[in-house]
């Protein structure tokens, strides 16, 4: 009685333990906002089982992954804190690079959620520094395929998912089929470590498999069906879960390789998406996602499922360039900037939830939100305040899913490019303020992007001020112009800084 009139004072939700969900985030890598059907109609290859999530629940209109690239995305979605404020938040591990970028006792979503009771599983890539150690005991904190031949393996990994409030973790220290050490990590050990150069004769040879370093390989790794390997992982986890211990809820963080380069889609994709090999990943990356709700349907749990599907940035380069030279296919469409730009394109993402006992089926909404909103929306779900010292950049959208919300929840929003705490953007109403010049992580002088450049109509320039209700594709720099609304929010950005929340 006690915690219901406390838990009512601070506004939060209680749910019993029976009636608490099941949570399903799917986390799709280097997958646009233009990459869905339903989020673009003239996306060149069809997403049913993903479209079929928007017409069950809610599309947000108006969500940003907290940072342009993959790790500092991870780390602000998982404590709710943005990647900025931490030393190294800006970093992008490869290899056997690390430490982790989570503090010791920084509270997570799993943290949190299996202080709750929940069972927590991560399964795929984890990309947020691991530490290994060669025979001597000495920390190996590098990324070069060098390093990696000093690990000794029969040493346990350090700072991974078992360290920060997952049970179980099946997955990959970095960008799977990428960052040079291509092997899986089954809880805290590497049971088959790589043992051989990995040789690129036998990949496919097409522009979507650039991005493949020629690092060391395990003999039981298959580069070109990795997410099927993740897939049957997540698959036995829920599985042996429901036959084992049905009323505990359970919180499963799955986090794919695709559709990140290289393009490599399992053989029963291959020529079928009619869009090439990148858009054969993405068919294989909207099968997974049927895969999982049709499990959790068999067995008869996806009702009582909060099911979140996301990205953690905007596509890639090549991706967006091959994808419009080669088919008509625009993944960051209808944003400007891709992968590592604070323009739109670089971290407006699709975001959709499937909860049907408290989502209505077919909403949409513009409410801003940011992948740093997890945090605080489970907290209010299981009906338990964000410890202190937690979730500083986190606000709840549970009012949101509810229908509820009869203002913005969130008042305004950061993003951070790809050289981080140089350069953050802030977003409040229509009007979006970039604190540098430039995309902030792309260089569109020269290369594949000099095509995109758009005239800079601010020579000289280093901050830049749009207002997206009359110019949503970020082409008129307002920053001299309405020079009052560029300060305010220059000084509100400022504010956020020193703050720290």
Known sequence: MLRCVLACLLGISVLRA?????????????????????????????????????????????????????????????????????????????????????????????????????ATWAVGKWHLGLTFRDSAGQAIHDGRPEAIRRIDFTRPVEGGPLEHGFERFFGT??????????????????????????????????????????GLIASDFPMQSVDQVFLERSRRLIEQHLDEHPEQPFFLYHATQAVHLPSFASSRFQGQSGAGPHGDFLLELDDLVG???????????????????????????????????????????????????????????????????????????????????????????????????????SFSLLPVLRGDATAAVRPYVVTQAFRGQQTLAIRRGSWKYLAHEGSGGNNYQQGRLQQYALPELVPGAKEQLYDLASDPGETRNLVHERRETADELRELLRQVQRSGR
């Open 173 to 214: 220290a970095c960008c799977p089929t990428t960052d040079w050490l291509y092997a899986f990590i089954d809880g805290d050990r590497i049971p088959v470590p790589p043992s051989m150069p990995l040789d690129r004769s036998g990949l496919p040879r097409h522009p979507y498999a650039n991005d493949c370093r020629a």
């Open 291 to 393: 895969q999982l709700t049709g499990l959790l349907e068999r067995r008869g749990v996806l009702e009582n499922t909060l099911f979140i599907f996301t990205s953690d940035n905007g596509p890639e380069v090549d991706a967006v360039v091959q994808m419009r030279a080669d088919h008509g296919h625009d993944g960051a469409a209808p944003w400007r900037g891709v992968k590592r730009d604070n323009w739109e394109g670089g971290h407006r993402i699709p975001l959709l939830v499937r909860w049907p006992r408290v989502v209505a089926a077919g909403t949409e909404t513009d409410q801003l939100a940011s992948l740093t909103d997890v945090l605080a929306t489970v907290a209010e779900i299981v009906g338990v305040p964000l410890p202190a010292g937690s979730g500083e950049d």
């Open 18 to 118: 029976g009636d608490r969900p099941n949570i399903v985030l799917i986390l799709a890598d280097d997958f646009g906002y233009g990459d869905a059907t339903c989020y673009n109609p003239q996306a060149k290859v069809a997403t049913p089982q993903i479209d079929r999530l928007a017409r069950q629940g809610m599309r947000f209109t108006d969500a940003h992954s907290p940072a342009t690239v993959c790790t500092p995305t991870r780390y602000g979605l998982l404590t709710g804190q943005m990647p900025f404020r931490v030393p190294r938040g800006g970093t992008v591990f490869t290899g056997a690079g690390g430490p982790s970028l989570l503090a010791a006792g920084r509270t997570t979503v799993a943290s949190l959620l299996r202080q709750q009771g929940y």
